[in-house]
């Protein structure tokens, strides 16, 4: 009794980036620790709260700045300059605000930052607070990166193939964007390698993904990091172990749509789900692609279209029907998780993949920049839950090769195959998370060291 009385006197803050596919990980990771005992602060940006539909009172809230409190990103005249006036305001009001919860009597014993975020470990240490990094990528774009930021893998990645530990041979379609094109966004590419740049120093590095997933890159990481565990994945503990009570993301920029009662009088595996996530954005002559596929396919289809980009949808493509529905956002783990759907046509955010992944959907694969790529490459080459869609010289997905994709998902003894697969690590990132799991060991550890504080 005496450890659980520790326990639930030490406190946390929790910083994520202002970016709606961090603050969600962030959320889940603060329910868990809370379901250990801990106490937990969630820290956000004043700009980013703004946008959000709710959040639950629940959810012990302070704020910081990143010196464009009004609009974020869209405030600054460039990513050099956000990033730039971000560190030096966010420095300075964290700090700021950790003076303000001492002398409340409110003392800190940990910040769990987003690992983007790298200045933060430095604020942490001035106060004598522990400092996690969270890494929201897996592990294997996080060794990617690490290897280019530690000047072990040069670029521009041009025609050569990588073969880092405990990674498969990796083309350069295959690696993040920005590594084969240095050049048009300097600002972010330093900016994401930054997050290494002092990662040594933290008391500890968690990881949005599951050993399971990914055990020959995390053997290799261990022991170059060795306070790193991964913690995932971090997705609602009701479309997994179901330990926690009530459990969802809690808190959304956008309100549901009705799209689950469209699904419900789907049948069993019918529907092909389409999503791009909250920022790629496709160009026209992509985006009637994709409609044409869909509308010369045998399937049904749930296709979310962002408000912005519904201008680019052909004039004359039909928005709600028998066999298709086209909304502007939907809950993509209900989504996800409902019979209806037999696979899901994605970016390949990590976020997006994991969740297909924990929910047992095979993907079609569509990357556009950034970590999607290398995402792209484990859903089909190392899950084996996939396909991509191949691209032609402009980097377009024709009707064709995706209506063929679908239909090979949906209707081949292969699609059924890559099914099979997915739903086995569905059971493995179950497993994970439950009770005695790999990533419950590690958050239960992770929770160990703030009793010793």
Partial sequence: ??????????????????????????????????????????????????????????????????????????????????????????????????????????????????????????????????????????????????????????????????????????????????????????????????????????????????????????????????????????????????RLEDDDYGCALLKSEECIKWLDERKKGSVCYISFGSMATLNEEQMGEIACALRDSDCCFLWVVRTTEECKLPKDFVKKSEKGLIVTWCPQLQVLAHEAVGCFVTHCGWNSTIEALSLGVPMVAMPQWTDQTTNAKYITDVLKMGLRAPADEKGIVRRESLKNCIKEMMETENGKEMKKNALNWKTLATKAVDEGGSSDRNITEFVSTLLDI
């Fill in 1 to 242: 009794m005496e450890s659980e009385s520790v326990a639930k006197a030490a406190h946390c803050l929790l910083l994520p980036f202002p970016c709606q596919g961090h603050v969600n990980p962030m959320l889940q990771l603060l329910k868990r620790l809370e379901h250990e005992g801990v106490r937990v602060t969630l820290v956000l940006h004043r700009f980013f709260s703004k946008k959000f539909h709710k959040i639950p009172t629940s959810i012990a809230t302070e704020y910081i700045s990143d010196g464009f409190d009004n609009g974020g990103f869209e405030e600054a005249e460039s990513y050099k300059i956000y990033f730039q006036r971000s560190r030096q305001v966010g420095t300075q009001t964290l700090g700021e605000l950790i003076e303000k919860l001492y002398r409340s009597g409110n003392s800190v014993d940990c910040i769990v930052y987003d690992s983007h975020l790298s200045w933060v470990l430095d604020v942490a240490k001035r106060f004598g607070i522990l400092g996690a990094s969270f890494l929201t990528q897996n592990l294997a774009v996080d060794s990617i990166y690490y290897h280019v930021k530690k000047g072990k893998l040069q670029i521009p990645l041009l025609e050569q193939s990588v073969l880092l530990p405990g990674l498969p041979l990796l083309a350069p379609k295959d690696v993040p964007s920005f590594l084969c094109d240095n050049e048009s966004y300097p600002a972010m590419l330093d900016y994401i390698l930054d997050q290494f740049s002092n990662i040594e120093d933290a008391d500890w590095v968690l990881c949005n993904s599951f050993y399971e997933l990914e055990t020959d890159v995390a053997e290799w990481f261990t022991k170059i990091l060795p306070k790193l565990r991964t913690i995932g994945p971090t997705i609602p503990s009701m479309f997994l172990d179901k």
